[in-house]
């Protein structure tokens, strides 16, 4: 396994890493949890990351690493969601949050910390100015670092304007960018990856499949075309397809090396639910970045659809087509729950 630095951390992390969402009781269970983890770390993975909103994922991602302790590897969880309810502008639930992460993944200290979605409408008020990125959690942050609790701290999030404008107060050490960098989606490049290059910061990609909507090939679905689906999406789609099969690739495998040609990554996480999805992602990125002439071609097909159109979900129900009912309940056609919106 090939090693990358995170940015102006100095740590060095494999440049695939492990997102823990379902190694939790949203996945097969703790034995197949447990399985595909012991896979991640023969195979040289080192770097896992997961969050109090993932379910039970630190108590089972702690459990299981609790059998390797031996190994020096590196671990980044979040603040959101823990306790319920949450108040992301509660000093003290923020700390204990962090305590109660580094209690369940029986670690020392927690080498990155991000803020989990601080850009998300409706999701967290964190900020008393957001336009200078203040409020009690970097107040918590920073005692947390300095009682030696976290090493590093990081923005997690999913838009590209307002999360690079929270960069770009240089506050932070770490991004984990979710849903805007892959084969089809590249609104990242606007400003969330400049802002993070130029301030020497570590970059984790994440969502690199689209949970699920590159993870593999829908060819009737989208020649179908869902009420969601637009025409361009829909052209785009297949011409992604046709490309996959004029070079006989497989779409996991090309989405991974697409993920791991952008030099500046530090790493990649992948979302596995089994030690043989380990397997086979392992294996992908192990042929190392796509081909200039490769990139290119992708380049043209992203630019098919620069912006997401305005009805599309962001989780692309590909797999549940008939379970979209509009805007407002974009999340739902994916089985992902919807959070119930803040009181103004």
């Known amino acids: 396994m090939r090693m990358r630095t995170l940015g102006k951390t100095g740590i060095r992390i494999s440049e695939l890493g492990f997102g823990s969402l379902f190694a939790s009781s949203l996945g097969h269970g703790y034995e197949e949890s447990r399985a595909a983890v012991g896979r991640a770390i023969e195979l040289g993975i080192n770097y896992f990351d997961t969050a109090p909103a993932y379910a039970n994922s630190e108590e089972i991602l702690g459990r299981t690493l609790a059998e390797h302790r031996s190994m020096p590897l590196v671990l980044s969880t979040k603040l959101g969601g823990r306790p319920q309810p949450f108040d992301a502008r509660n000093l003290q639930q923020l700390i204990q949050s962090a305590e109660t992460s580094l209690k369940l993944l029986h670690r020392e200290v927690i080498d990155v910390l991000f803020i989990h979605e601080p850009d998300r409408p409706q999701q967290y008020d964190w900020w008393t100015d957001a336009d200078a990125a203040v409020g009690p959690v970097m107040e918590a942050l920073d005692e947390l670092k300095r009682r030696g609790i976290i090493r590093f701290t990081g923005l997690g999030g999913t838009t590209t304007t307002e999360m690079g404008h929270l960069l770009r107060t240089a506050k932070f050490d770490v991004v984990l960018t979710a849903f805007n960098y892959s084969l089809l989606f590249r609104e990242a490049t606007l400003e969330v990856l400049p802002a993070a290059e130029a301030l020497r910061m570590g970059i984790v990609m994440g969502s690199v499949l689209q949970q699920g909507g590159l993870g593999r090939r829908y060819d009737e679905v989208v020649r179908s075309k869902p009420i969601w689906m637009s025409q361009a999406r829909q052209r785009q789609f297949l011409a992604l397809y046709a490309f996959l099969d004029e070079l006989g690739m497989p779409i996991v495998e090309m ?54 159109p305005f009805e599309e979900p962001m989780i692309l129900p590909l797999a549940n087509p008939r379970g979209y009912a509009g805007p407002g309940m974009a999340n739902l056609g994916a089985g992902v729950k919807v959070g119930k919106p803040q009181t103004p």
């Open 255 to 308: 989405c991974l090396r697409f993920a791991v040609s952008y030099s500046a990554a530090s790493s990649i996480l992948m979302g596995p639910k089994t030690a043989k999805q380990v397997e086979d992602s392992v294996a992908a990125i192990a042929k190392g970045p796509l081909p200039s002439d490769v990139l290119s071609r992708l380049d043209g097909i992203a630019a098919m659809v620069p912006f997401r």
